[in-house]
């Protein structure tokens, strides 16, 4: 150990699998809620997204995909020599 000390630990490192696993069970969660704002929620003429339980769902799906951006931190790439002088 050289003595630096970093003001916040280091993002966990997420291999492709757990990645993957990661935006499956965001995706699902989405669905789920979507499905069940259908259920509880949804109405059954003039609105364009909870009326049909299958479109209230592939929505939820939709937010769980983007949602998953906020949690995930972005993938790491390897810095270059340019990179470690400053210049560019």
Not at 44 to 57: N, Q
Request: charged residues 15%; positive net charge; glycine residues 14%.
């Amino acid at each position: 150990m050289t003595g630096v000390t970093f003001p916040c630990p280091p993002p966990p490192d997420l291999c492709g699998v757990k990645r993957w696993l990661v935006h499956t069970a965001f995706i699902a969660l989405g669905a789920l809620a979507g499905y069940l704002w259908w259920f509880w929620y949804g109405c059954t003429e003039g609105c364009a997204i909870t009326s049909i339980w299958w479109r209230s769902t592939a929505y939820g799906a939709v937010l769980g995909y983007l949602a998953v951006g906020m949690v995930l931190p972005g993938r790491m790439t390897p810095k270059t020599r340019d990179d470690d002088r400053g210049e560019g």
